[in-house]
């Protein structure tokens, strides 16, 4: 591995293998992706790397290779193709496909898409998902967050690091998954099959409807025994234009008992596309299901959370955007349905301040402090240096200073005001995240949500409608704190560049050269 000049936080500007890494994209609990240039053909790929203070684990490494098992058997037009493996100065690799859409989580985040636009990415998961079925493989992971899309919005299915092959053993009987989306069955550890899967599609279908996950709870073991018990909230409690077919289509495709799901992806997904024509979906009788009395054996452990947010050199993953993330229990565990949750919340917190201080200790100190190099501006963008931070901007953003004697406030701003990006920093160390949003935004805009980082870095998000000053959009608040400082980035975007790549690339990449002194 050799490092290439203007190299940024992490291993951008490295090459590794053939591959030129150029912009972290995206980062999750068990590897960091790059966009990277291929030397030796001069193409964009996406590069998957699992972080040098994984490789001690063996499941992690387990994961990551068997990834490239499950992909290697599987080809077809909307799972995530893989180019190469391999492994460069003990770091592992994937060379996949690059996308420059994203995930399915940014869609969401950016905005509830229109019911007809669900249709065309819903049915090529679904193909990809009958495809994997059909071969013996269950993803286990489905997500928004592990739902790719190309620059003209077709979906493709990716993250097979926990599949199970069906007929194998290759993860026992140990519960993982990511809560928010994980079938009953699965979250109590009982034996799974394709129908799990069915089960989490209609979860993403749901959310891609709302815009929001059905079940929220303050610990994961909550968010599990509401999979297992709560039924699915209605959709008009969210939305008005939903025709009651559609009601039906997630309530069968969440039904608690598999064997009154739809009997295979793609069934779902023809479902959706007549509900969405406004044809009549037949309803299928429901019934409560039952699961075998909990079982003793190893309580159950919950990893941190493993989706962050962007930080300063990162990206979000997205996704999910999840609560939680991803969720890992002893072999044999049952979760207890009447237990309190305690005694999980105080072992979720004990494992998060052990990780957080492991990785501190690991990555040499918080991002973006003196020692960060100067990030290289990406095309069109300059490089802007003050005593507090070091960011690129595209250069036709006019620049504002709004500072005063309390705080640091700088604010570029596109053209057309479809974009803009505020940097403000408080002097006060009383401020907080709550005190700083309630001031900045007024009750004006609608909470969407929030996700912590492994670093502590806080990303908060909010949906403006019929804001006095801006246009319908969202803005993203990401807070960081250094020697009792506040310092927040704002990044807003119109909805009219909600689905403009450009504008979502160019936004994650100033944030990605963020650099605090």
């Known amino acids: 591995m050799t490092e290439q000049s203007g190299s940024q936080q992490g291993m951008t ?49 387990e994961r990551f290779e068997r990834e490239v098992d499950v992909i290697s058997k599987l080809e077809h037009p909307h799972i995530l193709p893989i180019y190469d493996y391999g492994e460069t100065e003990g770091v592992p690799y994937i060379a996949m ?30 193909e990809a998902l009958d495809y994997a079925h059909q071969r013996g493989v269950i993803h286990r992971d489905l997500k928004p967050g592990n739902i790719m899309l190309d620059e003209s919005g077709n979906a493709y299915l990716s993250d097979f690091g926990i599949a199970r092959v069906m007929g194998s053993d290759l993860t026992g009987s140990a519960i993982i998954g990511t809560p928010a989306y994980m079938s009953p069955e699965q979250a109590h550890g009982a034996p799974i099959d394709a129908r799990s899967d069915i089960y ?16 929220h709870a303050e610990t994961p073991m909550g968010l599990l025994l509401m999979h297992i018990n709560e039924p699915i909230p209605p959709l008009t409690k969210y939305r008005d234009d939903v025709p009651s077919a559609l009601q039906l289509v997630v309530e069968r495709a969440t039904a608690k008992d598999p064997d009154q799901r739809f009997s295979s992806a793609g069934e779902l997904a023809e479902a959706l596309a007549a509900a969405v024509r406004g044809e009549a979906v037949t309803p299928r009788p429901m019934a409560p299901v039952s699961y075998p009395p909990p079982q003793s054996g190893a309580p159950m452990a919950f990893a941190p959370a493993t989706n962050p947010p962007t930080a300063p050199g990162s990206q979000t993953a997205p996704a999910s955007q999840q609560f939680y993330g991803d969720v890992v229990s002893g072999t044999g565990t049952q979760i207890p349905q009447r237990r309190s949750p305690w005694p999980w919340v105080i ?16 990555s040499g100190g918080l991002p973006g402090t003196a020692t960060a190099a100067v990030p290289t501006p990406f095309r069109g963008a300059d490089t802007v240096e003050d005593s507090v931070y070091s960011l690129s901007i595209p250069s036709r953003w006019p620049f504002r200073d709004q500072s005063d004697v309390s705080r640091l406030m700088h604010t570029w701003r596109a053209d057309d005001d479809s974009a803009f990006v505020i940097l403000t920093q408080m002097d006060d160390d009383s401020t907080t995240p709550e005190s700083f949003s309630s001031r900045v935004l007024n009750g004006d805009v609608r909470f969407i949500d929030e996700t912590t980082a492994e670093d502590g870095t806080l990303r908060r998000s909010y949906r403006v409608i019929n804001h006095p000053t801006l246009p319908n959009g969202q803005i993203d608040q990401f807070f960081y704190r250094d020697n009792g400082k506040l310092t927040v980035v704002e990044m807003f975007l119109a909805d009219g560049n909600a689905t403009n790549t450009t504008s979502l690339t160019t936004m994650q990449a100033v944030l990605n050269s963020l650099r605090l002194r």
């Open 200 to 215: 989490s599609l209609g979860i993403v279908l749901f959310e891609l409807i709302t815009g929001q996950e059905p079940y």
């Open 347 to 362: 072992g979720l917190i004990l494992l998060v301040v052990i990780a957080g201080g492991a990785i501190f200790a690991l």
């Open 13 to 61: 500007g490295k090459t590794i293998g053939q591959y030129e890494l150029e912009q972290e994209i995206g980062r999750g609990g068990m590897a960091t992706v790059y966009s990277a240039r291929q030397l030796s053909m001069n193409r964009m790929v996406a590069i998957k790397v699992l972080p040098r203070h994984f490789l001690h684990d063996p499941g992690f490494l």
């Open 97 to 126: 496909r690059y996308l420059g859409g994203g995930s399915m989580a940014d869609m969401i985040r950016r905005g509830v898409p229109e019911l007809k636009d669900i249709v065309q990415p819903m049915r090529q998961v679904g």
